[in-house]
């Protein structure tokens, strides 16, 4: 069963790869909303205003790891500190240019199922999101 994301949210600091990735998940119409955010801080403050609010959260969180004021594995952390309504856990994919982010990544992240080396190629999105047991269809507008 193949089923469209509510939403997603992407935090990118490049906004090439911002574009990029934002017009990839619309043409491939994998999700009704995407949100996108250019740093950490401001991804923060709608997590924090949004944390009672489940038609206002994503489903799939795609940060960047390198990016100025706060990188992606600080984003991680301060949002692990939300308190959001019950049940509400995103899956979050870590993406970076750098073709070693496994190695870096803490362990303690639970909502991280993943990581994508940039630039994320289309059938590599939609193998990773079918992995969540979410099938994601892929629908050609």
């Not at 949004?50 to 960047?64: N, Q, R, Y």
């Not at 999105?125 to 269809?137: D, G």
Request: with cysteine; aromatic share 8%.
């Amino acid at each position: 069963m193949s089923k469209i994301l509510h939403s997603v949210v992407v935090i990118d600091d490049d906004y090439i790869s911002l574009f990029l990735i934002t017009k990839m998940l619309g043409d491939l119409s994998l999700t009704e909303s995407i949100l996108s955010f250019t740093n950490g801080i401001t991804a923060l403050n709608f997590f924090r205003n949004s944390a009672e609010d489940s038609s206002k959260l994503p489903e799939i969180i795609l940060v960047d790891i390198r990016m100025p004021d706060i990188n992606g594995w600080e984003f991680l952390h301060e949002l692990s500190k939300i308190n959001f309504i019950a049940g509400y856990t995103p899956s979050v994919f870590v993406m970076s240019a750098d073709t070693c982010i496994d190695v870096d990544m803490p362990q303690n992240q639970p909502w991280v199922k993943g990581s994508f080396v940039k630039p994320i190629i289309p059938d590599k999105l939609i193998t990773l999101l079918n992995s969540l047991s979410v099938p994601v269809a892929m629908h050609k507008a």
